[in-house]
């Protein structure tokens, strides 16, 4: 579904990423793994158009979206939640999950908000709340739920765990695992190691911009210097 092909990006003229392979297959859970300031946000936010690649190719299906716009990204059906959630606090629950169908999804969101609050059924407690009075774990069910609401093919998750509470953690990983058995491609992207290989049917290991070591779960918990160098457990 994904393939990315010897990709550079950066700020300025400060590479980030050097030369990054990777692929996401549909219906697979992929986790990128790595250290904060790995360039693991870069990745993301370039497979999502957010930030330009100044080398290499990004294809969906085939088809070369190196150079297309945000927008035209999310069109196809890859749909990111950013790290920090990014939800808008002065709308309530119901209006932000009505803008998540904005630029796709928008013929089935009736049926579509149904099916988010009936994975999340804190939110339709929370319907007519604003999002910015909700706890931190309410607030990543809505950004995720208003992902869902774009019908997406490739679902691009940043930091989902980030700021959770160990028992919401436990719950956001459950949740990932549940949107597996979906046709849905998943891109993990995590510091969290042990919670990710969990739910992941391959990882990427990313140090330093480049792509260190690749390989199932097994694989990576299975060699005790992969774990010590790479992992970190």
Do not use: W
């Not at 920090?84 to 606090?89: D, N, S």
Request: charged share 20%.
């Amino acid at each position: 579904m994904l393939e990315v092909t010897g990709l550079h990006a950066g700020y300025g003229p400060v590479e980030i990423l050097r030369n990054v392979d990777l692929t996401v297959r549909r219906g697979e859970t992929v986790a990128l793994l790595g250290a904060n300031g790995a360039g693991k946000s870069t990745l993301s936010n370039t497979i999502s158009g957010l930030q330009r690649a100044t080398a290499g190719k990004i294809r969906f299906d085939g088809r070369d979206i190196t150079a297309k716009r945000p927008a035209g990204i999310v069109a196809e059906g890859i749909i990111q939640v950013s790290e920090g959630r990014r939800i808008f606090p002065n709308l309530t629950v119901d209006e932000n999950l009505t803008l998540g169908s904005y630029r796709r999804g928008r013929p089935h969101r009736a049926a579509n908000i149904d099916r988010v609050c009936t994975l999340f059924p804190r939110l339709r407690e929370r319907f007519r709340q604003l999002a910015g009075t909700m706890s931190g774990g309410e607030q990543q069910m809505l950004a995720i739920g208003r992902a869902l609401m774009a019908e997406p093919r490739l679902l691009i998750l940043d930091e989902p765990s980030l700021g959770l509470s160990p028992r919401m953690v436990e719950d956001m990983f459950a949740l990932i695992a549940r949107l597996h058995t979906d046709d849905i491609g998943i891109l993990l992207v995590e510091q969290n190691v042990v919670q990710s290989l969990g739910v992941a049917d391959r990882a990427y290991v990313l140090e330093n911009g480049t792509i260190a070591m690749t390989g199932t779960p097994a694989q990576l918990l299975g060699d005790a210097a992969i774990k010590r160098s790479y992992l970190g457990l």
